[in-house]
C-alpha cells in the first residue's frame, strides 16, 4: 500500500488517537534533532549507475559490484539504516536513470543538493518520502524534515516526489521537465503529491481556537502579503510546516501539487511556475490541476508568486471538506502567463473551484468560520472553461472562481478576475484576457465576495445561482470596469454585470458608503433577476447604496432587472409576489410636475431650494409594510445613458393595508416629499424601493408576509428575525429644475 492510500485509510479514523500521541510526537521531534546534531552523515553521489548498496558492507555508502562508488539507491539504502539525518551531494554526475525498480523509500531524514541532477524514472517510481522510520535509530517520525532541492525528475512512473509526513522543503526543482525547464518529461502521477498519516497531538476547539488567536491580520493588498506569509508560518510551527518554493512542476499526468490530508497542514506553495515552463510564457499542462488542496487539509497558504496557467484541470482545486482553518490563496498569477501579454496560457477548467466549508464538530470546531480565503492580489484571468450553454442566462460551471458543492465561508477578497498586469503591478487597458465564462459564480450559502475588481469576463460578472444558495454578501467590487482605467468603458463583461438566478437573502451593497459596488459598462444588465421562486426562492436580494449605471452596452438591458419584463424597465406595475424575483417588488415613482395623475397630480418636478433638493414621489405596492426608499442622481435622460451617479440619500416611510404610503409628515395622500442633498440643476433624480419589513423564522399571520421566514444566514445559522429585504428596479428618471449646484461627476470610484 502506497504512502497515498495509507493516509486516506488512516485519516480520520486516526484522529481519535490523537492526544495519545502527543508524546511520541514530542519525544520524536527531540530525538530526531538530538541525532541530527550526533550523527548527521554525508554521501557523495558519483556514478550514474542505478545499483543498490553492497549488502557486505556497513560502513559506508558502497554501490553492489562498484563499492568504491556511492549510488544515489546506495545512499537512500545506507542512509535509512544510520542513525541521525543526512546529506546526499552528487559529484561529477549529470543523470541517473532508474532501472533496479522503484527507488527505496526514504525513511530517514535526508537532504538532498541536486544540482540539477536528472533522475529519469525511465517508467519507475521516483522518490518516496514517509513519515514512518526505525524508532531505534531515532527515525520516530522518518523522513520528516527531509530537504529535496534543485533536482531534476521526470519520466516517473506515478509522483515525481511522494512525501507523506511534515517539515519537508521542497525547493528549486524541475519536476516533470528536463533539465532546461522547457520540455516535458512527465511522470505518470502527480509532480509533488504531499500527504501525512501521523496525526497532530491536538486539534481541539481549545487548541484551534488559541491557534486562530494569533494569526495575522489579513492583508486586503500585495504590500503585505509577505510580512502575512512570514507571520502565518511562525503562528503554524507547532504544525510543522511544509516548504515548496522555486520549482517548475508541469508536464505531468496528475496533479502539479495535492496536497492531502487531514493530518497534513501549513503547506506554503509560493514562486513556483506550475503548468508552464521555466519562464512562466509557455504551457507546458499538467493532466489534472495545477494545485489540488484535498482530503480535509487544512490552514495551507497558496502564493505568492506562484504561476498557475497551462493546467488541463483547474489553476487551484479547493476540496478540501470540513477543515479545521482556512487555506489561503493569495498573490497568484492563476490563467495568465508571466511576463507575455502577447500568449494566452489559461488553464482549461476554471482558475480557482472550491468545495470546501469549516468544520463545525464538537470537538474541532472551526474558530475563524473561515473555509477558504481567495485574495488579496490574485491574478484570476484567462482560463478557458467557457460557459455558453443556454446563453446568456444559465450555463455551465466554469468560472474565474467557482464556488460550489457544499461550500460555507468561502471569502473572495481584493482579486483582479477578468482583466491583465504586464508584468504584475501594471494593469493594462484590454478587454483580451477575460475568463471565457463567468468572473465568480456561487452556488452555495453564506460566502462573501469583499473588494474585487471583476471585468472583461466572457458572461456574467458575478453569477449567484440555485433556490437553496443563500446569505451572498456583495461589497465593495468594480463590476465591469477598473479604478486604473476609470473612463473606460470597454471593458464590461458580456452580458450581466451581477446576475442572481433563483438565489435567494442576497445582498449587493449596504449601510455603509465604503459597502456600495459600482457595476458599470456591463453588455446587458448591470444587475439582473432570474428565475424568481415566490415565497420560497429568488426574494430577499437587497441592492443598497450601490452605483449601477452606464450598463447595456452591447445587448437590450437595464441597470436593475427584476424579470416582470426581462432585461427592460418595468416602472409602474401590479405586483405578483408568487412569480417573480424578489417577490416582484413595484418601482417607485417620481413625480415629473407636468401630466401626472393619481397622488402625484399637481405635484412638481425636482426642484433645488436653498441648500436642499425637494423631490415628491409615490408607489403603488403592498402593506402594511416598511420601505427604504434610496435617491440618486445621474447626468444622462435614463440610468444606462448616464456615465455619472451620486447617492443623494434615504427616506423611511410605512404603508398602509392598500400598499400606498400611509400618512406621515413627509407623506400625505399617497403622496411623499423627500428632503436631499444638493443637485446640480440639469441632472436627473432616480430611486430604488426596499421592503424592510421585520419578519420572523418561523411564518404567522394572515397578510401578504404570512408565509415568509428567515433564510439562512451566514455559515447556515437561521436568523431569528430578519428583513424582507426585496429591492426594485429603478423608477422614472426625471429632471431638477431651480439653482445650479456643483456635485460629483465622473465613475465616483
Same mark, same amino acid.
Given at each position: ?23 511520541? !510526537? ?23 549507475? +542505478? ?20 549510488? @544515489? ?72 524534515? /527531509?530537504?529535496? @532541492? ?70 486586503? +493588498? ?29 508536464? =505531468? ?10 493530518? @497534513? ?14 519562464? *512562466? ?7 489534472? =490541476? ?91 484571468? +484567462? ?11 444559465? *450555463? ?33 487597458? /484590454?478587454? #483580451? ?52 482605467? #476609470? =473612463? ?14 433563483? #438565489? ?64 427592460? #424597465? ?31 397630480? *399637481? ?13 415628491? !414621489? ?85 397578510? !401578504? ?9 451566514? =455559515? ?34
Amino acid at each position: 500500500m502506497n504512502t497515498k492510500q495509507s493516509a486516506r485509510r488512516r485519516g480520520k479514523g486516526c484522529h481519535s488517537g490523537a492526544r495519545s500521541l502527543r508524546a511520541l !510526537w514530542l519525544a520524536g521531534a527531540l530525538l530526531g534533532g538530538l541525532s541530527l546534531q550526533a550523527h548527521a552523515e554525508i554521501y557523495n553521489v558519483n556514478v550514474s549507475s +542505478d545499483a543498490p548498496q553492497d549488502p557486505a558492507i556497513t560502513n559506508k555508502c558502497a554501490a553492489l559490484g562498484d563499492t568504491t562508488h556511492c549510488s @544515489l539507491r546506495a545512499a537512500i539504502m545506507f542512509g535509512n539504516t544510520r542513525s541521525g539525518s543526512h546529506t546526499i551531494n552528487f559529484v561529477g554526475v549529470t543523470t541517473i536513470t532508474v532501472i533496479n525498480g522503484g527507488l527505496p523509500q526514504m525513511r530517514a531524514p535526508f537532504t538532498v543538493n541536486g544540482n540539477r541532477v536528472t533522475i529519469n524514472g525511465n517508467g519507475r517510481s521516483c522518490l518516496d518520502l514517509t513519515d514512518s522510520g526505525t524508532p531505534a535509530l531515532g527515525h520516530t517520525e522518518g523522513a520528516t524534515g /527531509s530537504k529535496i @532541492l534543485n533536482l531534476v525528475i521526470g519520466n516517473c512512473n506515478g509522483n515525481g516526489i511522494s512525501a507523506n509526513g511534515h517539515n519537508y522543503t521542497f525547493s528549486g526543482n524541475y519536476i516533470g521537465v528536463n533539465a532546461t525547464g522547457a520540455i516535458a518529461m512527465p511522470n505518470t502521477g502527480d509532480g509533488i503529491s504531499l500527504s501525512a498519516s501521523r496525526v497532530y497531538p491536538d486539534t481541539s476547539t481549545a487548541f484551534l481556537s488559541n491557534l486562530y488567536s494569533q494569526f495575522p491580520v489579513q492583508p486586503v +493588498d500585495a504590500s503585505a502579503i509577505n510580512a502575512f506569509q512570514s507571520q502565518l508560518a511562525t503562528t503554524l510551527a507547532s504544525l510543522q510546516p511544509v516548504k515548496v518554493s522555486g520549482n517548475v512542476i508541469s508536464g =505531468n499526468g496528475g496533479d502539479g501539487i495535492e496536497i492531502f490530508s487531514q493530518n @497534513l497542514a501549513a503547506v506554503f506553495v509560493s514562486g513556483n511556475m506550475i503548468g508552464t515552463d521555466i519562464t *512562466g510564457n509557455i504551457a507546458i499542462a499538467n493532466g489534472g =490541476n495545477g494545485v489540488n488542496l484535498t482530503g480535509t487539509t487544512f490552514g495551507n497558504m497558496i502564493g505568492p508568486g506562484n504561476v498557475i496557467s497551462g493546467n488541463a484541470g483547474n489553476g487551484i482545486n479547493d476540496v478540501s471538506g470540513a477543515v479545521y482553518l482556512p487555506n489561503f490563496i493569495m498573490g497568484n498569477r492563476i490563467g495568465l502567463s508571466a511576463a507575455n501579454q502577447a500568449v494566452h496560457v489559461g488553464n482549461t477548467l476554471s482558475g480557482i473551484y472550491v468545495d470546501s466549508r469549516p468544520d463545525t464538530s464538537g470537538t474541532s470546531f472551526n474558530p475563524s468560520f473561515t473555509a477558504a480565503v481567495i485574495g488579496p492580489a490574485n491574478l484570476i484571468s +484567462d482560463n478557458k472553461g467557457a460557459n455558453n450553454n443556454a446563453f446568456p442566462d444559465v *450555463g455551465a460551471d466554469y468560472a474565474g472562481v467557482m464556488i460550489t458543492g457544499a461550500s460555507n465561508g468561502v471569502k473572495v477578497l481584493y482579486n483582479t478576475i477578468g482583466l491583465a498586469e504586464f508584468p504584475t503591478g501594471t494593469p493594462i487597458n /484590454s478587454a #483580451a484576457f477575460g475568463n471565457k465564462g463567468d468572473g465568480i459564480i456561487v452556488t452555495t450559502t453564506g460566502n462573501a465576495i469583499t473588494g474585487n475588481t471583476i471585468a472583461a469576463n466572457a458572461r456574467h460578472g458575478i453569477t449567484v445561482r440555485g433556490s437553496g444558495t443563500n446569505s451572498t454578501t456583495i461589497t465593495k467590487n468594480l463590476v465591469g470596469i477598473s479604478a486604473k482605467f #476609470a =473612463n473606460v468603458t470597454t471593458l464590461g463583461n458580456g452580458v450581466d454585470g451581477i446576475h442572481i438566478e433563483t #438565489a435567494a437573502s442576497t445582498t449587493v451593497g449596504g449601510p455603509a458608503t465604503s459597502d456600495r459596488n459600482l457595476v458599470v459598462a456591463n453588455k446587458r444588465n448591470g444587475i439582473k433577476l432570474y428565475n424568481g421562486g415566490g415565497d420560497t426562492s429568488g426574494w430577499a436580494n437587497l441592492f443598497q447604496r450601490n452605483r449601477v449605471y452606464g450598463n447595456a452596452k452591447a445587448l437590450p438591458g437595464v441597470d436593475i432587472d427584476l424579470e416582470h419584463t426581462a432585461n427592460a #424597465a418595468d416602472f409602474d406595475h401590479s405586483e405578483f409576489p408568487a412569480n417573480y424575483a424578489n417577490r416582484d417588488q413595484n418601482t417607485p415613482r417620481i413625480c415629473t410636475g407636468s401630466g401626472d395623475t393619481g397622488p402625484c397630480a *399637481g405635484a412638481s418636478a425636482p426642484v433645488n431650494t436653498g441648500a436642499n433638493t425637494f423631490a415628491r !414621489w409615490t408607489i403603488n405596492t403592498h402593506g402594511p409594510a416598511n420601505f427604504r426608499m434610496e435617491f440618486y442622481s445621474i447626468n444622462a435622460a435614463t440610468t444606462t445613458a448616464a456615465t455619472s451617479m451620486v447617492f443623494l440619500g434615504e427616506q423611511l416611510i410605512t404603508t398602509d393595508a392598500a400598499g400606498i404610503p400611509a400618512n406621515s409628515g413627509a407623506c400625505t395622500a399617497g403622496r411623499c416629499t423627500a428632503t436631499l442633498a444638493p443637485v446640480a440643476s440639469g441632472r436627473r433624480i432616480v430611486m430604488t424601493a426596499t421592503d424592510i419589513t421585520p419578519l420572523t423564522n418561523v411564518p404567522s399571520g394572515s397578510g !401578504w408576509q404570512g408565509q415568509l421566514k428567515c433564510f439562512l444566514g451566514n =455559515n447556515g445559522v437561521i436568523l431569528s428575525a430578519c428583513n424582507a429585504n426585496n429591492t426594485s428596479e429603478y423608477s422614472n428618471a426625471v429632471a431638477i429644475t431651480g439653482g445650479d449646484v456643483l456635485f460629483a461627476n465622473g465613475y465616483d470610484l
